[in-house]
């Protein structure tokens, strides 16, 4: 059970090159998220989904699309990256949206965009 | 909207001393859940305990508490008995668990605890 992974861990970037990010759970879970932690800021939400083929904008959407095509993945994709956009990136999942059901994350990915 | 506040950049604290840590909230949404986070220098994110709305009692983890005092909308986070492998970065968070949610959190600007031998 190796819970919520994210490839890749590190990766630069050139302004305007474009890159996909994925999380993979194999918890079942049904709703997945994606975050960014800037320093000082916390972890803000990005993009959501509420099950396969589902996903909807959270805090800060602009300049990232997602997909859901399989329950188990969530892709994240800069379609042109900016320098605004270096940050470490959180995926995770959670079985349930209320009650004792804590989100489980993945590692982080940690973006540089010169 | 929600809000998260957690007041304090940096703590230190003894160690085998307990610590504190402030958090408070601002919600619309009568059910809600407030979570605390443990990010160490390796980066992931660890859950620590859980605090339902509308739990009498106040949350325990170990040597983890939360002091939940609804009416004030604070949720600070006790750590008996520090350790050195406290040292960290914490986050409060808060799920509203209305019925457009969907279980999303919503974090404070964190606070880095270190604890001196």
């Known amino acids: 059970n190796a819970g919520v992974t994210q490839t890749p861990k590190f990766r630069v970037l050139k302004t305007g090159q474009s890159m996909t990010l994925l999380c993979a759970q194999d918890m079942n879970h049904e709703y997945m998220y994606w975050y960014r932690q800037d320093p000082g800021m916390g972890l803000r939400l990005i993009h959501y989904?509420?099950?396969?083929?589902?996903?909807a904008k959270g805090e800060v959407p602009d300049g990232y699309n997602v997909s859901r095509l399989k329950k188990q993945n969530f892709l994240l994709g800069l379609e042109s990256a900016a320098p605004s956009q270096t940050s470490v990136y959180f995926c995770a999942s959670s079985y349930l949206r209320g009650g004792y059901n804590e989100q489980f994350f993945g590692p982080g990915t940690r973006l540089t965009v010169l | 909207a929600q809000k998260i506040t957690q007041t304090q950049p940096g703590m230190f604290v003894q160690e085998k001393e307990a610590v504190t840590l402030d958090c408070t909230y601002d919600t619309s949404d009568p059910s809600y859940g407030l979570f605390w986070y443990k990010q160490p220098s390796s980066g992931e994110m660890i859950f620590l305990i859980y605090q339902g709305s509308y739990d009498q009692q106040n949350a325990t983890e170990g040597r983890y508490s939360l002091n939940f005092q609804k009416a004030r909308k604070s949720a600070n986070l006790v750590i008996s008995a520090s350790q050195l492998g406290d040292s960290a970065m914490y986050f409060c968070a808060m799920r509203g668990d209305g019925g457009t949610s969907y279980g999303k959190l919503t974090f404070g600007q964190g606070t880095i605890l270190t604890v001196h031998p």
């Open positions: 989904s509420v099950g396969e083929g589902t996903t």
